[in-house]
């Protein structure tokens, strides 16, 4: 094999002396110091979450108050990491909202499983689940890290409704008052 | 063995397709044998043909002749027999095959018909699929997928019906979900006579009612609700349990009577939510009793036996084994075994009382025959015993002779394989008196009683056979896991063996089968894995004379 030898090119003055180098590394230094700073101070500060962000899952209940999800166990169904875990139950008689007969009796969704997809927001038929934008959660146990019912509405919140769906459907009834 | 009788066989054509079918069937099981799909909602193979959904619209056509000569009319095209196509189509359900009838199913005229039906089904359906208990079993739903034009055009109100009926305790009816198909009223007046289903009112406002004063209270009514092809008859118990969807179908047997009724058992994760029948055209049909539907109730019910005991302190299954094998060292040994055993169980509960030297006992429950799936006798595997050689004669509600071996003192010790024996006509006196081991799968006056205790499995949990009142062996498989720490009652029954000083016997179904069918004649060749999931029927011919309770029910004659 050929040895072929290269010699290295002399510094200049410039490069012997180093000053250049370290005044073109102040001046980017000190244009930082005072320009607009490119970090959050976080926590106490929070970064704007674009919309269409795939937060936590939530459950959210419409402008009227009313629970959304009536435990169809279509996201159960669809959670690839299978971190949702419905058990269905009825809506109690006299309520008010007994028409819409089946609600959730427990619903968890264990953050330990979750992959953060969105599917079950997606395939939900009730637009009851919604990926929001809280991005972190921590906690010292992993029962600490399942959201029960409680944590999930209190996660979600109200989010409008297009549809109002289940009050049309009393409305029907109460304007057709059962027939007979 | 007489063959059986060949019906006559008729040609008829399913979408260019010949296929040779019986006299008398209709279009849409020729069009099932011939391997297409006729979708249909009122059409039962069980029921009376009704017509009424229209969804089973084909094409018909006949074979042309000539009016006058009767002659074949011959396409010069094909140079075969002319069809004369009907120019409107016909329901498949009511039309019955003919030499030669043509049908098609794929053609324009169909796919119309079919999205037409399905259009005006959906007009008022509430489309409430996610709360509908139907979803992912309801025929509405696949047939709008298969065969519906997928986008509603109907901008008007739906109809307002009741909602959350109860039928009857057990049924509970959604009016705006109901298709009108009529399954449910034809099954209560033809198969559970009792005819308290109807429509009334007329048009779009008909409605699915009970006849006032009256409920739907019968044994069979949820049948109602496996026939219902969409959501509007549901289950009381089932209702907004579990969707059907996450549920595994395991085959079982339905063990409240020796009809031995096929069963589907629904679970998920080792829970068990429901039990509906499953189809078999020489024992059941498709139905089932409602009163079997609760057995899964059982398996997670207060009392189950979970450990083994041993004079009254819960011990490990060994200490427990060990010291049934010094009580069967003592002797004066009698052995109580069980109609509600398994073939399997019962023919090493007849090695367990060999190794003992002791004499097998059997006792029987007799009820009330429905005279359709529930049979007078309540124990599902008495022809098990007799076929496994566990007893020569049928059993006794009492066992008079066993205690009254209990009383001279000849015998001291009982083994009892699930069987309460203070119902069994045994006094709590004298179940003081000799030593019991009990194998039990819930706590009773036997096993509060009982020196040793073994805990054992329901019939959901473990796998083998039962011989129904046809002398019919049926298999069931083990739908869920049994409690943590029971073991297999096979494994229970063969260690008990071998502290009776017997041989050692396998534990496993498969394995056991292989030693059990050359000792058990009337099993002959058979294997567990070789009986079809419709059972086998065994020779009964050695038991012919014996007074069977059962009386004459759906699909069963007695030999008397």
């Known amino acids: ?180 | 063995m007489i063959a059986p009788i060949k019906p006559d066989l008729v040609t008829v054509n399913v979408d260019g397709r010949e296929i040779a079918v019986p006299k008398g069937t209709n279009m849409i099981e020729a069009a099932r044998l011939a391997g297409v799909d006729v979708p249909h909602f009122c059409y039962h193979p069980k029921l009376t043909v009704s017509g009424n959904c229209r969804m089973c619209l084909v094409e018909t056509g006949v074979p042309a002749v000539d009016p006058a000569t009767k002659a074949p009319v011959i396409d010069p095209g094909t140079g075969r027999q002319k069809i004369n196509w009907s120019p409107r189509p016909a329901i498949a359900c009511a039309t019955n095959a003919s030499p030669g009838l043509h049908i098609r199913t794929t053609t324009p005229l169909v796919k119309d018909c079919r999205e037409g039906v399905m259009e005006f089904l959906l007009v008022n359906h509430p489309l409430d699929c996610p709360i509908c208990d139907q979803a992912g079993e309801c025929k509405l739903q696949e047939q709008a997928t298969g065969y519906g034009r997928g986008t509603s055009r109907y901008i008007e109100e739906k109809n307002v019906k009741p909602k959350r009926t109860q039928l009857g305790s057990r049924v509970t009816l959604d009016d705006e979900r109901c298709i009108l198909c009529s399954r449910c009223i034809r099954f209560c007046r033809e198969i559970a006579h009792d005819d308290v289903l109807g429509f009334v009112d007329r048009g779009s406002h008909s409605t699915l009612t009970c006849y006032p004063g009256r409920s739907l209270e019968n044994n069979y009514s949820l049948n109602t609700v496996d026939i219902c092809p969409v959501g509007a008859l549901t289950s009381t118990d089932f209702r907004f349990k579990m969707r059907v969807w996450f549920l595994k179908q395991t085959d079982s047997i339905d063990t409240e009577s020796s009809a031995g009724v096929n069963t589907v058992v629904w679970s998920r994760e080792g829970v068990i939510h429901r039990i509906t029948p499953r189809r078999n055209d020489e024992v059941n049909d498709t139905w089932m009793a409602d009163s079997g539907r609760i057995a899964y109730k059982a398996v997670r019910s207060e009392g189950r036996l979970t450990a083994a005991r041993v004079a009254g302190r819960d011990g490990s299954t060994g200490e427990a084994l060990a010291a049934a094998a010094e009580l069967f060292r003592e002797g004066g040994v009698a052995v109580v075994g069980s109609g509600r055993s398994s073939v399997e169980e019962q023919f090493l509960t007849r090695r367990l009382a060999e190794s003992l030297k002791a004499r097998a006992w059997l006792v029987s429950r007799v009820g009330q025959s429905d005279k359709l799936l529930v049979s007078a006798d309540r124990n599902p595997n008495v022809r098990g015993a007799l076929v496994t050689g566990l007893v020569g004669e049928l059993p006794q509600k009492t066992l008079g002779e066993l205690s009254a071996a209990i009383d001279s003192g000849a015998v001291r010790t009982v083994v009892s394989v699930g069987e309460d024996l203070l119902c069994a006509g045994i006094s709590l006196v004298q179940l003081g008196r000799v030593k019991v081991v009990y194998l039990g799968t819930h706590r009773d006056a036997t096993s509060e009683a009982a020196r040793i205790v073994l805990p054992a499995l329901t019939v959901f949990e473990k796998a083998g056979s039962f011989v129904n009142q046809q002398f019919r062996i049926q298999k069931f498989a083990a739908a869920v896991p049994g409690p943590a720490g029971v073991q297999d009652d096979l494994e229970t029954l063969s260690a008990l063996i071998r502290a009776a000083g017997g041989p050692d016997l396998p534990s496993a179904v498969g394995p056991l089968w292989a030693v059990m069918a050359p000792q058990v004649p009337a099993l002959g060749a058979v294997q567990h894995g070789t009986i079809p999931a419709t059972g086998l029927l065994l020779d009964s011919s050695p038991w012919a004379g014996l007074p069977f309770v059962e009386g004459e029910s759906l699909h069963h004659k007695p030999a008397r």
Request: charged letters at 25%.
């Open chain 1, 1 to 180: 094999m050929a040895v072929k030898i290269l010699r290295q090119k002399p510094l200049s003055l410039a490069e012997k002396v180093y000053l250049p180098q370290v005044v073109a590394g102040m001046r980017i230094t000190l244009k930082h110091m005072f320009a607009r700073a490119q970090t959050l101070q976080y926590p106490e500060q929070r970064p704007e979450i674009p919309p269409g962000y795939r937060g936590v899952p939530t459950l959210v209940k419409d402008p009227n108050g009313r629970e959304k999800c009536v435990s169809c166990q279509l996201c159960e169904f669809v959670c690839p990491p299978k971190a949702i875990r419905i058990t269905p139950g009825s809506v109690p008689e006299g309520s008010g909202r007994d028409h819409v007969e089946k609600a959730p009796k427990a619903f968890d969704i264990d953050m330990l499983r979750c992959i953060y997809c969105g599917l079950c927001q997606e395939v939900c038929p009730e637009e009851a689940i919604f990926l929001q934008n809280q991005f972190s959660m921590s906690g010292y146990s992993r029962s600490e890290m399942v959201n029960d019912k409680g944590r999930l509405y209190e996660a979600g919140g109200t989010l409008p409704d297009r549809h109002f769906k289940w009050d049309k459907k009393r409305a029907a009834e109460e304007a057709h008052s059962p027939h007979a």
